[in-house]
């Protein structure tokens, strides 16, 4: 039930960056803009309107100007910087940071490195990154065998489901693969803000990860769950058909050897939401979580990462400060 390997290792379409290329290569608002027109249009700017091929680029407000029907064609419309008065070089420079650091990074930090003038603009475009991570990680799918446990995440010394400073309930997945020594090795994580750890949610869950998928050859996609026991596992893996691998919890302690991963995955996850942010509320938890898994499935790729996140961000449609603020639990 272990794939052979992880699967993603297909040749790569992305670039290769060290932080010195970065530097030389996006030193100026020019180069940024040129740099992702290319991205954008890789085989060259067609105007939506017309066709044509041609057009004049206005550098004062990034825009070009087609010379078939004098449309104008914002270089940033329908991508995550829809609109912004920010300079790309400042965008640039936060997906790098976003992408490399392995603990993310704070905002307060970001506002103050990039001269951003207020906070409220840095939180806002980090946001709009977090969700272009989100957006692209909720395609990747898991297969062979699960790791599956659930964690609360909230301020310490809180209870769970007491008063408004609740703790929060975190479904984590990790799938495993076997590497060429038969070690099994962790594959690609998912985690995500739930309402309980009851079966219906956590078959949702796993639904969404690509439980009942069957590949070409008619084999389930996902095949087996390994967990600690809780008897709602039990239930979806007896609703599902997956194979199911109970570990024994003595010791609530032996958890981390049990199952190794999930709570490597989890722990890292409070880590950072700990020490870099401070903290996070739990309505824009599940963006954080998404932050953080898309980190970790990538880790393979480290000097893609940012060519990877800012096609990420070019693909992605952009999220509203009215969006992002209105009442709701996750994203
Ligand atoms: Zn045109």
Not at 248 to 256: E, H, N, Q, S, W
């Given at each position: 039930?272990?794939?052979?390997?992880?699967?993603?290792?297909?040749?790569s379409k992305y670039t290769e960056l060290s932080l010195?290329e970065f530097?030389?290569e996006f030193?100026?608002?020019?180069?940024c803009?040129?740099h992702f027109?290319k991205i954008r249009?890789p085989?060259?700017?067609?105007?939506?309107?017309?066709?044509?091929?041609?057009?004049?680029?206005?550098?004062?407000?990034?825009?070009?100007?087609?010379?078939?029907?004098?449309?104008?064609?914002?270089?940033?419309?329908?991508?995550?910087?829809?609109?912004?008065?920010?300079?790309?070089?400042?965008?640039y420079?936060?997906i790098y940071?976003m992408a490399m650091?392995?603990?993310?990074?704070?905002?307060?930090?970001?506002?103050?490195?990039?001269?951003?003038?207020?906070?409220?603009?840095?939180?806002?475009?980090?946001?709009?990154v977090?969700?272009a991570m989100?957006?692209r990680?909720?395609?990747?799918?898991?297969?062979?065998?699960?790791?599956?446990?659930?964690?609360?995440?909230?301020?310490?010394?809180?209870?769970?489901?007491?008063?408004?400073?609740?703790?929060?309930?975190?479904?984590?997945?990790?799938?495993?693969?076997?590497?060429?020594?038969?070690?099994?090795?962790?594959?690609?994580?998912?985690?995500?803000?739930?309402?309980?750890?009851?079966?219906?949610?956590?078959?949702?869950?796993?639904?969404?990860?690509?439980?009942?998928?069957?590949?070409?050859?008619?084999?389930?996609?996902?095949?087996?769950?390994?967990?600690?026991?809780?008897?709602?596992?039990?239930?979806?893996?007896?609703?599902?058909?997956?194979?199911?691998?109970?570990?024994?919890?003595?010791?609530?302690?032996?958890?981390?050897?049990?199952?190794?991963?999930?709570?490597?995955?989890?722990?890292?996850?409070?880590?950072?939401?700990?020490?870099?942010?401070?903290?996070?509320?739990?309505?824009?938890?599940?963006?954080?979580?998404?932050?953080?898994?898309?980190?970790?499935?990538r880790?393979?790729w480290e000097k893609e990462l940012f060519d990877r996140l800012l096609q990420a961000t070019i693909s992605?449609?952009?999220?509203?400060?009215?969006?992002?603020?209105?009442?709701?639990?996750?994203?």
């Open positions: 039930m272990y794939p052979l390997s992880r699967g993603a290792l297909m040749p010195l530097q030389r030193s100026t608002e020019e180069a803009a040129d027109r249009w085989d060259g700017f067609k105007c939506p309107k017309c066709g044509s091929g041609e057009a004049w680029f206005i550098r004062t407000r990034n825009i070009l100007d087609c010379k078939g029907c004098r449309a104008k064609v914002s270089l940033t419309a329908g991508t995550v910087f829809h609109k912004t008065r920010t300079p790309l070089i400042k965008w420079w936060l940071h650091d392995k603990v993310g990074v704070s905002i307060a930090e970001m506002q103050r490195l990039l001269e951003i003038r207020d906070y409220k603009t840095a939180w806002m475009m980090a946001h709009k977090r969700k989100a957006d990680d909720a395609q990747y799918s898991l297969a062979g065998l699960v790791e599956l446990d659930d964690s609360f995440f909230g301020p310490k010394g809180t209870t769970r489901g007491r008063g408004s400073e609740r703790k929060t309930t975190v479904l984590c997945a990790v799938s495993l693969y076997r590497d060429r020594y038969g070690e099994e090795k962790p594959g690609f994580a998912h985690m995500q803000v739930v309402d309980d750890a009851s079966a219906e949610t956590i078959e949702v869950f796993l639904e969404r990860l690509g439980c009942g998928v069957t590949t070409q050859q008619g084999k389930q996609l996902l095949q087996a769950i390994r967990s600690d026991g809780w008897r709602s596992y039990g239930r979806v893996a007896a609703n599902k058909g997956l194979l199911h691998y109970k570990v024994v919890l003595r010791d609530p302690k032996a958890a981390g050897k049990l199952l190794p991963w999930v709570h490597r995955v989890i722990s890292n996850t409070k880590a950072v939401i700990r020490g870099t942010h401070r903290g996070v509320s739990e309505k824009h938890l599940q963006s954080y979580l998404s932050e953080v898994c898309y980190r970790f499935n880790r393979f992605a449609e952009t999220i509203t400060y009215a969006e992002l603020t209105k009442p709701e639990k996750c994203l």
